[in-house]
Nanobody, 124 residues
Framework: QVQLEESGGGLVQAGGSLRLSCAASGGTFGPYAVAWFRQRPGKDREFVAGISGRISGYEDSTYYADSTRFTVSRDNAENMVNLQIDSLRPADTAVYFC???????????????WGQGTQVTVSS
């Protein structure tokens, strides 16, 4: 089973950028979709961005909750999926999770494997 580990979180000032990474071990990302979710304090986990896998027939097709500030990409050589976040806002403060599953969905239950998350804190 693919295991996931997020990295790249931290404390950043509003207006700055961060690049989060999701590394896979025990397998490759190729067949399935990889999505990023976040959980803000006191809120439910919510979809941020995703990239589809080969099984969908639309490999590397991306989908977003907000495409203006978020960019998701796949690095097959490194077996990683990255999330670039630009123009960060205090409201982006959250734990960011990557998830892996067969369907390019925005729904939490559709994903089988999850990482432990990486904290992003944006100061005003």
């Amino acid at each position: 089973q693919v295991q996931l580990e997020e990295s790249g979180g931290g404390l950043v000032q509003a207006g700055g950028s961060l690049r989060l990474s999701c590394a896979a071990s025990g397998g490759t990302f190729g067949p399935y979709a990889v999505a990023w979710f976040r959980q803000r304090p006191g809120k439910d986990r919510e979809f941020v961005a995703g990239i589809s896998g080969r099984i969908s027939g639309y490999e590397d097709s991306t989908y977003y909750a907000d495409s203006t500030r978020f960019t998701v990409s796949r690095d097959n050589a490194e077996n990683m999926v990255n999330l670039q976040i630009d123009s960060l806002r205090p409201a982006d403060t959250a734990v960011y999770f990557c998830a892996y599953g067969p369907h390019g969905s925005i729904a939490v239950p559709e994903y089988d494997s999850w990482g432990q998350g990486t904290q992003v804190t944006v100061s005003s």
